[in-house]
Nanobody, 125 residues
Framework: QVQLVESGGGLVQAGGSLRLSCVVS????????MGWFRQAPGKEREFVAA????????YYADSVKGRFTISRDNAKKTVYLQMNSLKPEDTALYYC??????????????????WGQGTQVTVSS
């Protein structure tokens, strides 16, 4: 397993932008599929986005497609989530997750081996 530390959350007005970062410890970052999930108060945690080991493939939940962009810098062992055109319904605790190698079920929590502690994103109307 690896350790993940998220940052970049905060309070932003609707229509604004934030960029989340997730730094991963360990030597083998390049073999990990990375994902972002979120959990709003009173709701279950849900898939937001995922990126393949090389960054060549990205996947998004329909609710964020066209507004959010996931990327990774393997040299820095960091994955990013650029969030634009934020809406109040994007308010949640955002988690970074890592899975060794690839899985077709990249959208499912159970396939991920390691999780960060989360960073809070609050979007005001």
């Amino acid at each position: 397993q690896v350790q993940l530390v998220e940052s970049g959350g905060g309070l932003v007005q609707a229509g604004g932008s934030l960029r989340l970062s997730c730094v991963v410890s360990g030597r083998t970052f390049t073999i990990y599929t990375m994902g972002w999930f979120r959990q709003a108060p009173g709701k279950e945690r849900e898939f937001v986005a995922a990126i393949s080991t090389t960054g060549g493939n990205t996947y998004y939940a329909d609710s964020v497609k066209g507004r959010f962009t996931i990327s990774r810098d393997n040299a820095k062992k960091t994955v990013y989530l650029q969030m634009n055109s934020l809406k109040p319904e994007d308010t949640a605790l955002y988690y970074c997750a890592a899975r060794k190698y690839y899985s077709d079920n990249y959208y499912a929590e159970y396939v991920y081996d390691s999780w960060g502690q989360g960073t809070q994103v609050t979007v005001s109307s």
